[in-house]
């Protein structure tokens, strides 16, 4: 079970940490995303780690800006937004993937938690 938090309205330039934290285990799970919808926009792959945590992808929109890590003392994967811009809006999930050959694509994810609203404004 996954469940993101740290939902927020911030102006532009200010940061926002989003945590998801996830009941799974290693044998079954090969990688954590961040998958963001802005309103009217279709689903868009923001950011992936493998399990352990050393292979990451970044859209390029957010390369330098964002930051995926996991948190090994809360089981948890965060992902550290700064400098954000009014197009980093929207609704935000975490996702994991069962997929031993998985990219960051929404197609490799299969299980997902609730989103949680980012809102920056000009």
């Known amino acids: 079970q996954l469940q993101a938090f740290g939902a927020g309205s911030v102006q532009a330039r200010e940061s926002l940490k989003l945590s998801c934290a996830a009941s799974i285990t290693p044998w079954d799970t090969y990688a954590i995303g961040w998958f963001r919808q802005a309103p009217g926009k279709g689903q868009e792959a923001v950011s992936c780690i493998n399990y352990g945590g050393d292979i990451t992808y970044y859209v390029d929109s957010v390369k330098g800006r964002f930051t995926i890590s996991r948190n090994n003392g809360r089981a948890a994967w965060d992902l550290q937004m700064n400098s954000l811009k009014p197009e980093d809006t929207g609704l935000y999930f975490c996702?994991?993937?069962?997929?031993?050959?998985?990219?960051?694509?929404?197609?490799?994810?299969?299980?997902w938690g609730q989103g949680t609203q980012v809102t920056v404004s000009s």
């Open positions: 996702a994991t993937s069962a997929s031993e050959n998985w990219s960051c694509a929404s197609r490799f994810f299969d299980s």
